[in-house]
């Protein structure tokens, strides 16, 4: 059986774990904090973050948006991109932005973590730009459709949909609802999904200092 090194906020794992969700495919979870010292993480990812997939042999498997590609080749049932190379490509840019959103997220997290000395408001600001991009790149593509692509859940909605929950979590301040609500609409309705509701994101305590 799989196991899945992962963490209650991680928007990147949680992508993971919908996806086996999905599928159907039985794994053994361990929740982790890949910021404290003792993580067991670099153990089986050179760049230290999780998530990662372990397989029965021992071998890892790890950067979200490549585990959720392998795991598509090695179990297509139900099928999670489009049959066509321009749908897998349409949603693998879905996955591009919302993976690049939740990056700047996480710098912005870390940014404000810093000594008020420390920090950088042209960063912060510069980071945040891009999540505001993101959104709007979203709020014109998807709307209130109820899937980014085609008429079923794509990794496109896995990746999106948890962006747009992980933003909640880390910025509840955020008027991201009220400036797209037909977002909003999109995301309520992901959320209902047996699979997301299992995996709703949780902030963890970080016990070592990171920044
Ligand atoms: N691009 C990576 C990002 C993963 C990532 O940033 N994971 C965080 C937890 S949410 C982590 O493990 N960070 C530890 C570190 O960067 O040292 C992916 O998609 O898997």
Redesign the pocket.
């Given at each position: 059986m799989y196991k899945l090194i992962s963490?209650t906020?991680?928007?990147?794992?949680r992508k993971v774990r919908i996806q086996l969700a999905e599928k159907g495919i039985p794994f053994e979870l361990i929740t982790e904090v890949?910021?404290n010292s003792d993580t067991q993480?670099p153990l089986h990812n050179p760049?230290?973050?999780?998530?990662v997939l372990i397989c029965d042999d021992g071998s890892s498997v790890?950067?979200?948006?490549y585990?959720n590609e392998w795991i598509e080749y090695k179990h297509p049932t139900p099928p999670l991109f489009p049959k066509d190379i321009d749908g897998i490509l349409a949603v693998k840019r879905y996955e591009v932005i919302a993976?690049g959103a939740?990056?700047a997220l996480?710098q912005m997290f870390f940014e404000v973590a810093r000594d008020p000395d420390k920090q950088s408001k042209p960063w912060f600001d510069r980071q945040e730009r891009k999540v505001d991009g993101a959104l709007r790149s979203f709020s014109d593509s998807v709307g209130s459709k109820k899937f980014c692509h085609g008429d079923t859940l794509t990794l496109a909605d896995i990746a999106v949909g948890t962006l747009l929950r992980y933003l909640t979590v880390r910025w509840p301040a955020k008027p991201w609802r009220e400036q797209y609500p037909g977002l909003a609409v999109y995301s309520d309705r992901l959320e209902t999904r047996p699979s997301f509701v299992a995996t709703v994101p949780v902030p963890q305590v970080i016990r070592d200092r990171v920044a």
């Amino acid at each position: 059986m799989y196991k899945l090194i992962s963490a209650t906020p991680s928007p990147y794992a949680r992508k993971v774990r919908i996806q086996l969700a999905e599928k159907g495919i039985p794994f053994e979870l361990i929740t982790e904090v890949p910021w404290n010292s003792d993580t067991q993480t670099p153990l089986h990812n050179p760049l230290e973050k999780l998530p990662v997939l372990i397989c029965d042999d021992g071998s890892s498997v790890f950067e979200s948006r490549y585990i959720n590609e392998w795991i598509e080749y090695k179990h297509p049932t139900p099928p999670l991109f489009p049959k066509d190379i321009d749908g897998i490509l349409a949603v693998k840019r879905y996955e591009v932005i919302a993976d690049g959103a939740c990056d700047a997220l996480v710098q912005m997290f870390f940014e404000v973590a810093r000594d008020p000395d420390k920090q950088s408001k042209p960063w912060f600001d510069r980071q945040e730009r891009k999540v505001d991009g993101a959104l709007r790149s979203f709020s014109d593509s998807v709307g209130s459709k109820k899937f980014c692509h085609g008429d079923t859940l794509t990794l496109a909605d896995i990746a999106v949909g948890t962006l747009l929950r992980y933003l909640t979590v880390r910025w509840p301040a955020k008027p991201w609802r009220e400036q797209y609500p037909g977002l909003a609409v999109y995301s309520d309705r992901l959320e209902t999904r047996p699979s997301f509701v299992a995996t709703v994101p949780v902030p963890q305590v970080i016990r070592d200092r990171v920044a």
